[in-house]
DNA sequence: TCAGTGACCAGAC
DNA sequence: CGTCTGGCCACTG
């Protein structure tokens, strides 16, 4: 499976509440040096419907740029989920997601298939 | 083939 | 806090 269908994999399993950073995600898909390349995908939105408010860069910190319509959208649709910002920054500690390690194998399992 | 470009990252100031 | 650097690598023209 390519790492843009583990990618998608992945970011489907977020939970609400929670948020991961782009070097995370990349490593999650067992391509620890792809971190540009999640940004990438969800820039050309190669990764399939995927709550992308939920990505943050590895200091907490939200994307910015053009990433959303305005500059506020991921801070709100944060907030509905009851994830603090403060200062245009999340608390990792607090909110980073960390799969169960049920969830690690299940991916793995998946991972090992060649199409889904 | 090749240089330029990132919704990144860790480390150094 | 902020800015810069070198490293990273798929994608693009």
Redesign the pocket.
């Known amino acids: 499976m390519?790492?843009?269908k583990r990618l998608a994999l992945v970011g489907g399993m977020i939970p609400e509440g929670k948020v991961v950073?782009?070097?995370?995600?990349?490593l999650l898909c067992g391509?620890?040096?792809?971190?540009?390349?999640?940004?990438?995908a969800?820039?050309?939105?190669?990764a399939g419907s995927f709550p992308?408010?939920r990505?943050?860069?590895?200091?907490g910190?939200l994307?910015?740029?053009?990433?959303?319509e305005t500059m506020d959208v991921?801070r709100l649709l944060l907030e509905k989920e009851s994830v603090e910002v403060i200062?245009r920054?999340v608390d990792l500690e607090k909110y980073e997601w960390h799969p169960s390690l049920e969830d690690a194998i299940w991916l793995r399992e998946q991972f090992r298939e060649r199409d889904i």
């Open positions: 390519d790492f843009y950073s782009y070097g995370r995600l990349a391509c620890p040096h792809n971190a540009r390349q999640v940004g990438y969800l820039k050309t939105d190669r992308a408010h990505v943050v860069n590895s200091s910190i994307s910015g740029a053009a990433a959303f991921q200062d920054k």
